[in-house]
């Protein structure tokens, strides 16, 4: 089983990824990966922050003559530096922001303030999941399954995509700056982001990913973490 672990603060020199599992004799796809954590900075309603991150990674082990060697593979993406260990404004510290984990964080772990918990559980790390992500999306490409993901539902705004194919989802998705299939869904979806970011809260959603030429009895119903 793959499984993945990550580390690193919003503001800090970056997130290390380290990625447990994978087989050996894989040559990593750079260009895809890079694909992949450029396009997570396409949606629309993310922060401001993204347009400037330049999600550059390095390899940092598990590769043996440029290909996966069976250990650990360990790749750093840096933070750009102009938001490396930003000053946080005082004010701030004890003002959860609302779809975050800030008030549990700091009841969890005891925390006096928000700023370790909005660091760790920041936006930002999901750079390091779209790493993990893109990688064994190219993996399961040598066994040609393939996956599509797609918003089907904001604030309520719900895309009606039940009828469609795997590649009319993908080739409609594709088109939309939110990945929705479904247009009019989509032109609902903006206005409330919209009115999310005017009321200066969030608005909840859905997405859904379907898997193409998946092999029948993949995974096991005998133990959750098996395969």
Known sequence: MIRYLTAGESHGIGYTVIIDGFPAGFEIPIDEINFYLKKRQWSLGRGRRSDSEKNQFHILSGLYKNKTSGAPLAFFIENNEKFQKIPVKEEHNTKPRPGH?????MIKFQHDNLEPV??????????????????CLSFLK??????VSHVVNIGGA?????GLTFEEIEERR???PLLCADENAES???QKIENAFAEKTSC???????????PVGLGTYTQWDKT
């Open 118 to 135: 909005w660091e760790r559980s920041s936006g930002r790390e999901t750079a390091a999941r779209t790493l993990c992500g893109a990688l």
């Open 174 to 176: 594709n088109k939309s």
């Open 142 to 147: 040598k066994f040609n399954i393939f996956s």
């Open 158 to 162: 719900q895309a009606l995509t039940s």
């Open 101 to 105: 984990a800030d008030f549990a964080g």
């Open 204 to 214: 909840g959603g859905i997405f859904e990913v379907r898997f193409k030429n998946l």
């Open 188 to 190: 609902i979806m903006k």
